[in-house]
């Protein structure tokens, strides 16, 4: 039976037989190395010579700050229709009295709850939980 390491190697040799690059020598480096101090010189020249890229960041800095606008003006629409929403809204209810050890209980059981909620957060972030959740995915 093959093995996936095997499986690999074939393929790996097929494919260094089907493409043939040709070998390059330091004038292929030469050129590539002039081709990039050429733009590198030419660069700074094209940016000074059009304004079109400095419209361009004015443009997406007035985008970026009626963005911010935006998501302002909704979070306080938001807010405010909330706020006259719930404003009105008493709850009767009666609380059950507890007694004192079932008070302690309940509250041990839900610290704990919630320590346990926070280490199973935790570990989920961690290598082991990325692991365990890219095998269940």
Same mark, same amino acid.
């Given at each position: 039976?093959?093995t996936?390491? =095997?499986i =690999?190697?074939?393929?790996?040799r097929?494919?260094?037989r089907?493409?043939?690059?040709?070998r390059?020598?330091?004038?292929f480096d030469g050129s590539?190395?002039a081709?990039? =101090?050429?733009?590198?010189g030419?660069?700074p020249v094209a940016?000074?010579?059009?304004?079109a890229?400095?419209?361009?960041?004015?443009?997406?800095?007035?985008?970026?700050?009626s963005?911010?606008a935006?998501?302002?003006v909704?979070?306080?629409?938001?807010?405010?229709f909330a706020a006259r929403m719930?404003?009105?809204?008493?709850? =009767?209810?009666?609380?059950?009295s507890?007694?004192?050890e079932?008070?302690?209980?309940?509250?041990?059981?839900?610290s704990?709850?919630?320590t346990?909620?926070?280490?199973?957060?935790?570990?989920?972030?961690?290598?082991?939980g990325r692991?365990?959740?890219?095998e269940?995915s």
């Amino acid at each position: 039976m093959n093995t996936k390491h =095997e499986i =690999e190697a074939r393929l790996d040799r097929s494919l260094a037989r089907q493409v043939r690059a040709p070998r390059l020598d330091r004038r292929f480096d030469g050129s590539v190395w002039a081709r990039i =101090e050429a733009a590198q010189g030419a660069q700074p020249v094209a940016a000074a010579g059009t304004s079109a890229s400095a419209s361009t960041v004015r443009a997406s800095r007035w985008l970026f700050v009626s963005n911010v606008a935006g998501y302002l003006v909704s979070a306080l629409l938001v807010v405010y229709f909330a706020a006259r929403m719930l404003g009105g809204v008493d709850i =009767e209810m009666p609380v059950p009295s507890l007694s004192p050890e079932q008070s302690a209980m309940t509250q041990q059981i839900i610290s704990w709850g919630f320590t346990i909620g926070a280490l199973a957060f935790g570990l989920m972030l961690s290598p082991l939980g990325r692991r365990l959740r890219s095998e269940f995915s």
